[in-house]
T-cell receptor
Framework: GNSVTQMEGPVTLSEEAFLTINCTYTATGYPSLFWYVQYPGEGLQLLLKATKADDKGSNKGFEATYRKETTSFHLEKGSVQVSDSAVYFCALSDSNYQLIWGAGTKLIIKP | GEEVAQTPKHLVRGEGQKAKLYCAPIKGHSYVFWYQQVLKNEFKFLISFQNENVFDETGMPKERFSAKCLPNSPCSLEIQATKLEDSAVYFC????????????FGPGTRLTVT
């Protein structure tokens, strides 16, 4: 079945460091891929998405490229801020359009 | 409204009691999804609706869980005879169109079963 695997956290970085959170998927067909973010005490927000191979999603300085050959959708940001501290979820949308979720990666940014 | 609304924010039930959660999707959104988030952030899909019709209920523990989306009423998720393992945050999401479109999430209802 479809599944999403993302790196275990927490990930702890200093402010202005480069961020990568790995995400790989297993799916039949051509799923759409998403990164959602959950800030402390808040609900989920869509961070970015990509609907087909080689698409790059970007938002708020974050980027992720849909790589079909490696079945990956790694999240990157060039310079993180304390305000980026949150839990990040990678997800795919299957043929029934339900979201299949990764386990979430907690990101902690220290000043 | 412009946001998905979920009530109540917190719900505490003794084991064996009934729990009922509500979700008002964004106005104009026809598709509603329910997800369960348990410890360690794990999300599980429960059920989806197109208007008042169930579209996919493959994630629902059918023995005790039921859900409805009726016209002109908030959607509801009901758990009969709650168990300790039902303790979780239940998220509702709505989407304007069917397909790989963004799902907008509500703030969640935290259910604690004691």
């Amino acid at each position: 079945g479809n599944s999403v695997t993302q790196m275990e956290g927490p990930v702890t970085l200093s402010e202005e460091a480069f961020l990568t959170i790995n995400c790989t998927y297993t799916a039949t067909g051509y799923p759409s891929l998403f990164w959602y973010v959950q800030y402390p005490g808040e609900g989920l927000q869509l961070l970015l998405k990509a609907t087909k191979a080689d698409d790059k999603g970007s938002n708020k300085g974050f980027e992720a490229t849909y790589r079909k050959e490696t079945t990956s959708f790694h999240l990157e940001k060039g310079s993180v801020q304390v305000s980026d501290s949150a839990v990040y979820f990678c997800a795919l949308s299957d043929s029934n359009y339900q979201l299949i979720w990764g386990a979430g990666t907690k990101l902690i940014i220290k000043p | 409204g412009e946001e998905v609304a979920q009530t109540p924010k917190h719900l505490v039930r003794g084991e064996g009691q009934k729990a009922k959660l509500y979700c008002a999707p964004i106005k104009g959104h026809s598709y509603v999804f329910w997800y369960q988030q348990v410890l360690k952030n794990e999300f599980k899909f429960l059920i989806s609706f197109q208007n008042e019709n169930v579209f996919d209920e493959t994630g629902m523990p059918k023995e005790r869980f039921s859900a409805k989306c009726l016209p002109n009423s908030p959607c509801s998720l009901e758990i009969q005879a709650t168990k300790l393992e039902d303790s979780a945050v239940y998220f509702c999401a709505s989407s304007q169109s069917w397909g790989p479109y963004e799902q907008y999430f509500g703030p969640g209802t935290r259910l604690t079963v004691t």
